[in-house]
């Protein structure tokens, strides 16, 4: 299925604006190894939230190679968060992945978002990697 003419429609402008990013979401889609999730209100369906999953590989720590789950994107709504809604996607997100056979789920996120951070702290995650950049 195509899955482009979906995201164009359903993705509010508000929340995801660049086509790259929706052409790598479609990519993921369409490999089926890539999921993705709104999270709305039942009375209004105004979009509350975003869950972007996607099912790898990792052929480096065990000798036989095992699945995980990488959360590419996770975003709540700016005037719904604090409500419990990210919480929601983060318990979703460990069920949904031991249902496909994931043995760990990993994800990334920006040093200054305290926010998110306590939040993936909250489910379990631990720092594992630091990644730098430098502007020239």
Known sequence: ADHREHIKINFPASLFREEIFRSQISTSLESGKGFAFFTTDESSGEILGFLWLEIREDAYKDPQPYHYMDVRYL??????????????????????????????????????????????????????????????
């Open 75 to 136: 975003q709540v709504d700016a005037n719904h968060r604090s409500q419990g809604i990210g919480s929601w996607l983060m318990e979703f997100t460990d069920k949904f992945s031991r249902e496909h056979g994931c043995r760990e789920v990993y994800l990334s996120t920006h040093a200054q978002n305290t926010a998110a951070f306590n939040l993936y702290k909250k489910f379990g995650f631990k720092e594992y990697h630091v990644g730098m950049r430098k502007v020239l």
